[in-house]
């Protein structure tokens, strides 16, 4: 079993056709510019809307362990005294207590994408397993794999590429296509802005290349960080160099309305608001692209 925090059907953005998007919880990184914060704990984790909350205090009465206070600014928990059992979200009229992060075998996960099978057959979609990391659940990932690949659906995986080239390669060799991140070339910058260096995700991603898999490869845009002429230029160069090159780079500008997911974890102070890309940036990095051959463009 592993973590699964959020499951999205009817996907066009995830990879070709409709896709059915299986979320699974946990990432290695920690991008200051990450619009899932809910994605990076491979745990449980329990989020609290105080603007839904109307002090029915059904929450503090269920729970067992009196983790629960209503309080002024309304409902806060005792991190100590907190099993996460999810007994108060189940109770919590108005959803303003919930959980993230639930325990799926793989014959229910399964079971869920099967339910997709017309449209992903009609769309020539399928299923995209996505993060946090999903390579960060390497063998439970696997196993979804060959379950999908025995049912014939299409596999999709999004990754960040931060994992052994072991790992990434017996990922690669279950499923057909790969959405894969690219953030910033500098180092120094990488590891400042999430946490590692990119030296493995890059080296990965040239390895990947020389394997069958199609690949989008993935860049979200945030401006003063990773826009500038050089930065461009150095991933276009180095996209170039691989042995093959993606179907599209995607470009992903950065929006920060992850700020009340923030709130709602009790993580605000987490919370760094980055500067968005104006359309006259967007523009000047897909040309940049273009001027060196690669075929980009904005979302997807
Ligand atoms: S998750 Fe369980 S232990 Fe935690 S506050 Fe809710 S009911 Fe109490
Ligand atoms: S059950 Fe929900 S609405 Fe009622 S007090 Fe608790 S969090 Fe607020």
């Known amino acids: 079993m592993s973590l699964i925090f959020d499951?999205?059907?009817?996907?066009i953005n995830d990879g070709p056709g409709i896709r059915i998007t299986i979320f699974l919880k946990g990432c290695p990184l920690s991008c200051v510019w990450c619009h899932n914060p809910e994605s990076i704990e491979k745990r449980v984790e329990k989020l609290f809307?105080?603007?839904?909350?109307?002090?029915?205090?059904?929450?503090?009465?269920?729970?067992?362990?009196?983790?629960?206070?209503?309080?002024k600014e309304g409902i806060l928990t005792d991190t100590n005294a907190c099993l996460l059992c999810g007994k108060c979200a189940e109770v919590c009229p108005t959803g303003a207590t919930q959980m993230s992060g639930m325990q799926y075998p793989i014959e229910e996960i399964m079971a869920i994408i099967k339910k997709e099978t017309l449209v992903m057959d009609q769309s020539e979609g399928g299923v995209t397993f996505s993060g946090g990391e999903p390579l960060f659940h390497h063998e439970f990932l696997v196993k979804l794999l060959d379950e999908c690949g025995k049912e014939e659906i299409h596999r999709c995986v999004d990754t960040t590429g931060?994992?052994?080239a072991k790992k990434l390669l017996e990922v690669a060799s279950r499923c057909e296509h790969f959405l894969y991140d690219l953030k910033v070339m500098d180092d120094?910058?990488?590891?400042?802005?999430?946490?590692?260096?990119?030296?493995?995700?890059?080296?990965?991603?040239?390895?990947?290349?020389?394997?069958?898999?199609?690949?989008?490869?993935?860049?979200?845009l945030i401006k003063g960080l990773n826009d500038d002429d050089e930065n461009i230029h150095q991933t276009a160069l180095f996209i170039n160099a691989l042995h093959k090159k993606p179907l599209m780079v995607n470009i992903l500008p950065y929006h920060s309305i992850a700020q009340k997911k923030y709130e709602k974890l009790g993580r605000i102070e987490k919370f760094i608001k980055m500067e968005e890309p104006?359309?006259?940036c967007q523009k000047r990095v897909i040309s940049l692209f273009e001027s060196h051959g690669i075929k980009a463009m904005i979302g997807g």
């Open 7 to 11: 499951v999205k059907r009817y996907a």
């Open 49 to 71: 809307t105080r603007s839904k909350c109307i002090g029915c205090k059904a929450c503090v009465e269920r729970c067992e362990n009196h983790a629960c206070t209503l309080t």
């Open 162 to 164: 931060f994992t052994s």
């Open 188 to 220: 120094e910058k990488h590891k400042q802005y999430t946490g590692v260096s990119n030296a493995q995700i890059l080296s990965n991603l040239q390895l990947l290349a020389s394997t069958d898999v199609n690949i989008n490869i993935r860049i979200p």
């Open 278 to 280: 104006d359309i006259a």
